[in-house]
């Protein structure tokens, strides 16, 4: 057990953004929190993203934070609930949720959408809390959460790749077409 850790996602986020490549198109970055932190990674290399979270209050402080980053040109901001995502089918070539899903409670139904919204040669990347990130970031252990996003993410998508980081696994689900 480590003592006294101190929990820091910066590497875990950024190994999710270099997943992103040049040619990604458009972006969808689902419960962007009140730090919208992916977009502003993403945002800060050049990429283009709407940010999207149910809470107006996320929203104004996700939007006070992208504009002292100097970001806010480059994220549109929408407040949507990412169980009825209003957006038309095959919409965004990268959907991401970074520590999103661990807050929702119909998952299967939000990870039906972002499959919807996901062009065929796009992707859905899904990154939330290990037991470690769970226990160092004070949230409730619970061991099996990974496995069922993992088991919802197989039955809407052929290819489900899992990759551990420091404090997240992150789940890379394409609808077909690459690699």
């Known amino acids: 057990m480590v003592k006294n850790e101190e ?30 932190c992916m977009a502003q990674l993403l945002a800060k290399k050049g ?27 480059l994220i549109d901001f929408c407040r949507a609930d990412a169980i009825r995502l209003p957006f038309p089918d095959k919409s965004f070539n990268v959907i991401m949720a970074f520590n999103t899903m661990h807050h929702i409670r119909k998952r299967a139904e939000a990870i039906k959408e972002m499959r ?16 470690r990130g769970r226990r160092v970031s004070g949230h409730k252990k619970d061991n099996k959460f990974l496995d069922s996003l993992e088991t919802i993410l197989n039955s809407y998508f052929p290819r489900v790749e899992r990759i551990k980081n420091k404090y997240t696994a992150t789940f ?8």
Not at 15 to 31: E, H, N, P
Not at 50 to 55: N, Q, Y
């Open 47 to 73: 990429f283009r993203v709407t940010a999207i979270d149910r809470s107006r209050k996320n929203l104004k402080a996700a939007r006070k934070e992208a504009r002292r980053e100097k970001v806010n040109s």
């Open 116 to 131: 919807r919204v996901c062009a065929n040669r796009g992707k859905v990347i899904i990154a939330d809390l290990t037991p």
């Open 172 to 179: 890379v689900a394409r609808p077909g077409g690459t690699r």
């Open 7 to 36: 929990y820091d996602d910066k590497q875990d986020r950024e190994a999710i953004v270099r997943m992103v490549s040049r040619s990604a198109g458009k972006i969808l970055d689902v419960g962007t929190g009140d730090c919208c």
